[in-house]
């Protein structure tokens, strides 16, 4: 496929060979979900604290009427947290029939990434917990970790939130 | 299934749910009054109608199956047949075996043919035993060759009939030839085609597109069956084949198999050539069993990781029950059509409020304050009305969850050889649809409580000059703002000494104990508490009151039992009218903003230092009018900043759960108001102590307090370590 068609369909909203990711930013590090599954995005606004839930469940917000949980992606990851910034953005996702919300740094793209260009998840043995990964993507310079939000956020039973241990801790 | 009428099988699968609880509802009536040819005529019709739209769907499992059971009430109908207990009870398993076949088609479930089979064999046993004297009676020439269906002299003939077009013009009717057909001997597996049916809008009201397909057994031969097409053989596409060797039947098992496929899932490639005879079933599955699985070869390619296709595979055992979970979700609610009209007119006032008051709000000036207020009013009233009317379209009546009743009580005394009557009352009483769709299995196992423990054998009653038939009384009723649902049998009662032996055995309590009755009859709803002598299939495998208990109290509700020994049980049921919107209590702690339930508040208190008494250093008590009650600060349970740790200034609400009571400590009432009850379990899951969620004056979530889970937080500590 020549240039100008692939620009053309990139115009056009076409995905070519691959899929479209929106990516985000926690600190330096980009991450990206697959755009099909974000719902929405929506500045941050303050949630109401769920009582003894694990810390990266940051609270539920009413989204038009209904609640929705919203997840500390900072924390999840076990990074430290920081104050948040006119930036500071809530990712609404479709993770199976639940609905639910991310706060991350900044959202920054919706990318183009091509099969060629993904390649699959870095070992890191157990020091660093990546089973949330679905890979990582290229786009020029950059690296995105692209994230696989039904294993980040279900668990294996495919209902439960309230997995204690933020899974970079996990090691 | 991808045909056009994908969008009105829902409304199929309602109707036919409605019909199949006629005919159910009918068939149990029926028993008692087999006479009765206005009920027979009303299942009838249902069946009839359950047919019919079920052929249209191209649902032909159900269609033909519904059809036998029709020949046989058809005969019934016509007096050719008395209803008999055995076919009573033969329509009744029909009747199951057609729920189903009906719930398959819905869920796409595997069906079980082999019970749909012996089924249909058995309908048309009972059908072809009572037609033949029929025949008999209204055309004595042909009664030999219908008795004589079984001779040796019987050939099979295979039929496939395609009549002209114009056959309904000349007012020719394709019915009279089958009815001829059948007095030659027996006609079985008549197929409709109806593939040349054009699309609605083309098809021409006069002409026919149907064609037939059919196997005749008799002891004519060809050409008497020919004259039986006589008038409508000019133009017809007929063909009439003698079936001799088994393979013309596989032939025809073949063809019939691709028929069905358009509609049903098509049979593995195996399975045919099985039933067509070319491969025997020994060799059929050795071939299955070399057959490898994708992934297993792409490993063994080293085309992929084992790691890979585990994850593949999980993904799609994901996709499956999400696809399984939204095909079972679907429901509706048929609503009164007056409760609709009512409900636009409320909004058509709405509107005209609205328009009234952005006219006001456009030009206003100070002086028509006053207006404002009154179109304010006018907009809360309107408001409010259109919320009760909208909830009152989930209000059913509770008649809908006793329908089941009947059929189960004539079933476990069949099974438990013991005479029973049921009596239903209140059935109007109306509630929300989901509790409705709740109370079903508690209700139903507290039924069959009744009926295996609470019922004694006739033997028995008779000795203790009690009527041989046992009664078991269904009731609802309202009482204040809840429903109650009393299940009442005169049985022998609760075992005082049973129960308590049974606890102590357990380990529930310690023999030591002296308990009132009040405190020995909740034992029964302790896990793993059966007192049954010999586990039925009825119950008594100790599961089930427990659960009966967990699920009234999910739906905010309570279990009593009332029992005196000799003369029976009752259990009563305590349910919130409606699950959609509860009167609460707003109160502060810190800066969040709690719901507690009106129902369980008894009073609230400022308290004064000196009532407040600590055990052991730590566990509080209040004394309230003489009575000490554990105290629970709702900023430790909930793990938030108060304003107020000193409970002087703090303010303290009595709440009651389950006959206990408990002071809770909030720093602020705030007021009371009607809350719309959020589900927290749609995004997230079930959290601790908290009954659900709501959204607040200012768009802001609360959490409506689980008053029991708050307890049992204080009390066993929080159940995820904060």
Redesign the interface.
């Known amino acids: 496929m020549d240039k100008e068609t692939k620009d053309l369909n990139q115009q056009a909203g076409l995905s070519t060979d691959g899929s479209q990711f929106l990516t985000f930013s926690l600190g330096d590090e980009l991450y990206g979900v697959d755009i099909l599954r974000v719902q929405e995005i929506k500045g941050y606004t ?9 810390s990266h469940i940051k ?4 989204l038009r ?5 919203i997840v500390e992606l900072r924390t999840k990851f076990g990074m430290p947290t920081i104050d948040y910034t006119t930036f500071t953005v809530i990712i609404v996702v479709v993770v ?5 919300g991310l706060v991350v740094d900044a959202v920054s793209d919706v990318l183009d990434i091509e099969k060629k260009d993904i390649q699959s998840a870095p070992d890191f043995g157990n020091q660093v917990d990546v089973t949330f990964l679905n890979g990582v993507g290229k786009s020029g310079d950059k690296l995105i970790s692209l994230l696989d939000i ?1 294993r980040l956020l279900l668990d294996s039973a ?5 997995k ?1 241990v933020p899974v970079a801790a996990a090691a | 299934m991808s045909n056009d009428f994908a969008q009105f099988q829902d409304a199929f699968f309602d109707e036919a749910a409605e019909h199949l609880a006629v005919v159910e509802e009918g068939l149990l009536e029926l028993e008692q009054h087999p006479e009765d040819l206005d009920l027979l005529n009303k299942i009838f019709r249902s069946a009839h109608s359950i047919k019919g739209t079920a052929g249209m769907f191209g649902f032909n499992a159900v269609a033909q199956f519904t059809h036998k059971m029709e020949t046989l009430l058809d005969l019934l109908r016509n007096g050719q047949k008395a209803v008999s207990p055995s076919i009573a009870d033969l329509l009744l398993k029909s009747t199951d075996c057609l729920k189903t076949l009906i719930e398959s088609v819905k869920t796409g479930a595997a069906v079980d043919e082999e019970t749909a089979r012996r089924l249909t064999t058995e309908l048309a046993a009972a059908s072809a035993s009572d037609s033949q004297p029929a025949v008999a009676g209204s055309t004595n020439k042909v009664a030999p060759a219908g008795s004589a269906a079984n001779c040796s002299g019987d050939r099979t003939y295979v039929i496939a009939w395609t009549p002209p077009e114009w056959l309904f013009q000349r007012g020719l009717d394709p019915l009279q030839t089958f009815k001829e057909l059948k007095n030659l001997g027996s006609l079985t597996e008549v197929t409709l085609d109806m593939s040349r049916l054009p699309e609605l809008a083309d098809i021409d009201s006069e002409k026919c597109y149907l064609s037939w397909g059919m196997q005749l057994t008799t002891d004519k031969d060809q050409t008497v069956i020919e004259s039986a097409f006589e008038f409508v053989r000019e133009d017809s596409a007929l063909s009439i084949q003698l079936v001799e060797n088994k393979g013309a039947q596989a032939q025809s098992l073949i063809t019939e198999t691709s028929a069905s496929a358009e509609t049903e899932s098509p049979k593995p490639l195996g399975e045919i050539l099985v039933e067509s005879g070319v491969v025997s079933r020994e060799t059929l599955d050795q071939a299955l069993a070399q057959q490898k699985r994708v992934g297993q070869i792409l490993v063994e390619q080293k085309a992929a990781t084992p790691q890979q296709v585990e994850q593949a595979l999980q993904k799609q055992r ?1 996709q499956e ?2 696809a399984q ?2 095909k079972t979700d679907t429901t509706s609610i048929r609503v009164d059509t007056a409760k609709i009209d009512k409900l636009i007119n409320l909004v058509g006032e709405l509107v005209i409020t609205q328009s009234m008051l952005s006219d006001l709000g456009s030009r206003f000036e100070m002086r028509q304050l006053p207006v404002l207020l009154e179109r304010m009013v006018e907009l809360e009233r309107n408001t409010r009305e259109i919320q009760e009317r909208v909830m009152s379209i989930r209000m059913l009546p509770i008649g809908t969850a006793f329908a089941r009743f009947p059929r189960l009580v004539r079933d476990l005394s069949a099974k438990a050889g013991k005479k029973i009557q049921l009596v239903l009352s209140g059935e109007e009483t109306e509630l929300d649809k989901t509790v409705i769709e709740s109370i079903g299995d508690p209700l139903t196992h507290l039924v069959r409580n009744s009926a295996d423990h609470g019922l004694e054998p006739p033997e028995e009653r008779l000795d203790n000059n009690k009527p041989e038939v046992g009664t078991i009384r269904l009731n609802a009723f309202h009482e204040g703002g809840t429903i109650c649902i009393t299940v009442e049998d005169d049985g022998r009662g609760l075992n005082r000494d049973k129960i308590l032996a049974k606890a102590i055995k357990q380990g529930l309590i310690s023999e030591s104990e002296k308990l009132t009755d009040d405190q020995i009859w909740p034992l029964v709803f302790k896990p793993g508490f059966s007192t049954a002598e010999k586990i039925t299939d009825i119950s008594g495998r100790g599961v089930g009151m427990d659960v009966v208990k967990r699920n009234i109290e999910n739906l905010g509700g309570t279990v009593s039992i009332k029992t005196r020994k000799g003369y029976g049980t009752t259990f009563t049921l305590k349910l919130p009218l409606t699950l959609a919107i509860i009167d609460g209590m707003t109160v502060r702690v810190g800066k ?1 903003t709690y719901i507690i339930p009106l129902l369980s508040i008894l009073e609230s208190i400022q308290p004064k230092a000196e009532l407040i008494k600590t055990v052991v250093g730590k566990g509080e008590l209040i004394n309230v009018r003489g009575t000490y009650i554990p105290m629970v600060r709702l900023y430790e ?4 900043e108060p304003e107020y740790t000193d409970p002087k200034e703090a303010i303290l609400l009595i709440l009651e759960t389950e006959g206990e009571r408990v002071a809770v400590m909030v720093d602020e009432i705030l007021g009371q108001q009607q809350v719309v009850i ?3 379990e ?4 079930k ?4 009954a659900g ?1 709501t ?1 607040l004056g200012d ?5 409506i307090v689980d008053v029991r889970g708050v307890l049992e ?1 204080a009390r066993h500590g ?5």
Do not use: C, W, Y
Not at chain 2, 718 to 722: C, E, K, L, Q, T
């Open positions: 303050a949630v109401t604290k769920i009582p003894n839930t694990p609270g539920v917000l009413n009427g209904t609640i929705v949980p199976q029939d639940k609905v639910m039904d495919g209902k439960d939130l309230s204690d | 994901q029950s999400a979970a939204k969040e349970v909930f793990a938030s959020k589900s927290m749609q995004n997230f899951r959290v601790e102590g908290v969620a959204i768009g802001r979530v609360g959490f937080i929080h159940p995820v370590a904060a």
